[in-house]
């Protein structure tokens, strides 16, 4: 899920509350988009041999790029700061219901535009990423986003120093009926909330505090090389971080084997840099809890959420409970890869020689809407009409087009999905993952006002990951041969390791890193190694054999750099499953998913989550993920 914005409504708390960050590196990117594989290509046509038709429909969105200028031109105020005289002219004033409604019409109208123009100015260029014209007009709609933000940094203190009658003189507002949950959840920033002198200060060294994730992504994504990956006949490969994801999946062991070790020893021989970098940030967390006086790193980062430290902590004793049916799957892997041990680079070997049965792309939308009849005729009806008529989806590569697969939009668009479909099962597993994204975010924005209707990152990943289980269900109901069905489980159990194991080891590691700075303990590259060569022994027991290259697998984890988000996917994936074992078994379950799928970020995610049938505060939810998967591997056995 990508959004031209972050979460309007999380933005300004998060502002506050992580003023040292933030720069999340592919922040609501789908974790699915690295599970899958590329596909030996040709050269893609360009962007104009591709047929309207088989295009999304942006025109939707603006008739003519001349439109979006028009409207930019509209949106953009005076050509110097302040841009929006008229928004500057409230500040000290919103004491009064009066001009708080007054504001808030306004400073909502225009951060809607301003969306809407972003998610334009987004598409396009994600359609042709070398179009000067569309990078000149990204950064444009970026330059003004920006300013807009800054013009309205004063909204949120001022909100914050309210007496407690203006307050109460607000929330009792008819007019401001909407808003109410809004003030509400900025006014829990209150007893974490310094004066104003000393949020200048912290505002002031956020820039500073942030150099270590921009010199992580510098050696990351641009300085660090690696030594090519060596197949079984000698031929050597380019390796990147990006070539890593297809050859670590590739039947040939030796070829696996190289591009794990090399692309380690990459990382391996800057390993003292990357455990400053992480320690820097680690470090900037820990100071900016203690400067907001939150006991630790952990409680401010999700205070924001609501979302109380122990849902990390039961998820983590509730995973490390599976370690036996991982091991007990490890085994299976180890006989039907036919190897003496099972290495990190054997976890994503494929078990079952793909049986892809090639489907069109009209095939892979008739099949994805057919797996999502358990939510009824009228979602059904919606995402058909979303996929075959009104044209949410981009499916075909052409050339610089974005790669990968996202949904995005705005209040004031369809759920645009991007994809680069070449026909595979897991292209059509990936359209099913989007269109459920793009579902939740069509009924949220259908249902909810403008100011709600983003729903947050804790719950974006549930809607996706249930679709994926629908249609993963509606294939093993056709598939003819044990083959088939031993290939949808594997990938299915592989998706399950990927977000729910992996996703939940790397939460333990953070909180742990966490703690030692927090104690005062320096981090060392010995010390990460060590601690996450116990957690991968913790979490795939017996059958995993550790290569000294793999215990500094933490070092080039991008996610570690935005303050406790991994988790998510675990609970986003746990709360799925639930959800999924109760609404294919009953009408009363699936109004009450829909209702849920309708709330956008109407309150709080812990409680749309437990409105929708799951309680993420106890151990159920996780444990039900891990019946899903005991049970799948029971199921591989029989088929393999
Ligand atoms: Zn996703």
Redo the contacts with the bound molecule.
Sequence with gaps: ?RRFFANKFSRPLLRLLTVFSIFLLTP??????SLTTNEEKTMPPTRNEIPTDKKWNVEALYSTPHSWTEELAKAKGQETAPRWPELKSFQGRLGDPRAMTQFMDRYLSLDRMLTKLGTYAHLRLDEDLGNDEFKRNFGLILGLSHDFRLETAWLEPEILSLSDAEVARLMQEPSLKNYRFYFERILTMRPHTLSSDKEELLALAGKALDSSSKAFQALNNVDLQFDPAVDSAGKEHPLTNGTYSTYIHSPDRALRKSTLINLHRGFLSHANTLCELLQGKVQAHAFNAKARQFPNSVTAALFDKKIDPAVIRQLISTVRRGKGMMEDYLALRKKVLQVDAIHAYDLMAPLVHAVDRKMSYEQACETVIASVAPLGADYQANLRKGLLEDRWVDPFENARKRSGA??SGCYDSMPYILMNFHGTLADTMTLA??A??SMHSYLSRKHQPYIYSDYSIFV??VA??FNEQLLMDHLMEGAKTKEEKAYLISDQIDRIRGTLFRQTLFAEFELKIHELAEQGQPLTPSLLNQIYATLLRDYYGSQFAIDPEIEVEWARIPHFYSNFYVYQYATGVSAAMALHSQVTKSTKARDKYLAFLSSGGSKYPLDLLKEAGVDMTTASPVEAALKRFEYLLGELKKNL
Excluded at 28 to 33: R, T
């Design positions: 899920m609501s990117e789908c974790l699915s988009k996202y949904s993952h989007e459920g994204h974006a990943e996706s990951t």
